[in-house]
């Protein structure tokens, strides 16, 4: 069955301090990935799709087939990054997504 | 343009009421959604539209959920006879492509 696992609900981390946000999937055919993001009060929004390569905000995620991951990674964070992040899997055009994980920055 | 807007955005009602919810979706975008957000749970799958496709329904969780869409605009999203348990935060989000969607502020549920 296809499934999108985020195995932490939440990730405190200190401002400056690397971020990996964990996310695995089940899926047998080949992959579309994204990440979401939903700052506080606002709504949820794409923040970047393994298609583009793309790098926004200065996140990265980088898609390893072998171990079905898809980890969202920012090499320094930043307080404005605290928000909840979802994982999420494209299943034959609807997206299903992880449970989410609340990311906390620590001044 | 403006974003998806949905309507109420709170509702309380009666365990046992019906409820309608509404989606207003990004004009020309083909494909609508529909999820459900429990208190500390992940975005659940409930409904999707495509254009005049017939609509994928199998994230409905029972037969008191249903959802219509006319032609490529509006969606209301009805659940009948309302339980504790639907109490939530209902997401409507519109698409262009299968590869981004936009969605809406959501339209937090409360059955007493």
């Known amino acids: 069955a296809q499934r999108v696992t985020q195995p932490e609900k939440l990730l405190s981390v200190f401002k400056g301090a690397p971020v990996e946000l964990k996310c695995n999937y089940s899926?047998?055919?080949?992959?579309?990935l994204f990440w979401y993001v939903q700052y506080s009060r606002q709504r949820l929004q794409l923040l970047l799709r393994?298609?583009s390569r793309e790098s926004i905000k200065g996140f990265t995620a980088d898609l390893n087939k072998g171990e079905t991951s898809f980890h969202l990674k920012k090499p320094f964070a930043q307080e404005e990054d605290s928000a909840m992040y979802y994982c999420?899997?494209?299943?034959?055009?609807?997206?299903?997504f992880g449970k989410g994980t609340r990311l906390h920055i620590l001044p | 343009g403006a974003g998806v807007s949905q309507s109420p955005s709170n509702k309380v009602t009666e365990k046992g009421k019906d409820v309608e919810l509404r989606c207003d979706p990004i004009?020309?975008?083909?494909?609508l959604y529909w999820y459900r957000q429990r208190l500390g749970q992940g975005l659940e799958f409930l409904i999707y539209?495509?254009?005049?496709?017939?609509?994928?329904k199998s994230g409905l969780p029972s037969d008191r959920f249903s959802a219509e869409r006319t032609g490529e605009s509006v969606s209301t999203l009805t659940i009948q006879r309302t339980q504790q348990e639907d109490s939530a935060v209902y997401l409507c989000?519109?698409?262009?492509?299968?590869?981004?969607?936009?969605f809406g502020p959501g339209t937090r549920l409360t059955v007493t």
């Open positions: 989000a519109s698409s262009p492509t299968r590869y981004e969607q936009y």
């Open positions: 899926y047998s055919g080949s992959p579309e």
């Open positions: 393994h298609i």
């Open positions: 999420a899997l494209l299943v034959d055009d609807k997206i299903i």
């Open positions: 004009s020309g975008h083909t494909a």
């Open positions: 539209f495509q254009g005049n496709s017939a609509p994928d």
